[in-house]
């Protein structure tokens, strides 16, 4: 965020928090729910937007409806000391990891990976284990998402073209 989010206040809150929870909520709908009209809502949108308080606007959708049919979090441990932009390149290089971040405790780094089946994810393990930095991995596979809702359970890309369609 930039120096101008300082101006950031309740309104803009009760706006992100509306769109957070259905980003095609119309401006005039928002409008009426925090007492502001259509246009002054458009104007504050359009400043979060300028200002990168708001980043952009997606569409949650069915993994499986994508072809992804496996998920898995996978814990990085790397040799030595991998800097987290060396880490960055590497899971650009793989459009099935959905979700990358370094973190504290015994692991480098934790990486979201979406598959279309056990035997594709096990290709993309074998895909990241071959980097010269990575020391070892260690796989959870997701059983079910507890709150199917949440960003994590939905998909934001589809799976590559050879992936098998949905009926």
């Known amino acids: 965020m930039s120096s101008t989010s300082a101006s950031f206040d309740a309104l803009d809150r009760q706006i992100i928090t509306a769109l957070m929870a259905n980003a095609r909520t119309s401006f005039a709908e928002i409008g009426t729910a925090v007492g502001l009209s259509a246009t002054a809502v458009k104007r504050r949108v359009d400043r979060m937007r300028e200002t990168g308080v708001i980043t952009g606007f997606t569409a949650t959708v069915q993994p499986a409806a994508l072809g992804w049919r496996t998920e898995a979090y996978v814990e990085v441990y790397c040799e030595g000391a991998a800097p987290p932009r060396r880490l960055a390149e590497v899971v650009r290089n793989h459009p099935e990891i959905t979700a990358a971040m370094t ?25 990241i284990r071959t980097e010269p930095f990575i020391r070892k991995t260690i796989s959870v596979m997701v059983l ?10 939905g998909a934001s890309q589809p799976a590559p073209p050879d992936a098998p369609s949905v009926r």
């Open 103 to 127: 973190v504290t405790g015994g692991a480098d780094a934790l990486l979201h990976v979406r598959a279309r089946d056990v035997e594709h994810f096990e290709e993309v393990l074998e895909r």
């Open 144 to 153: 079910s998402h507890l709150i199917p809702e949440s960003p994590e359970a």
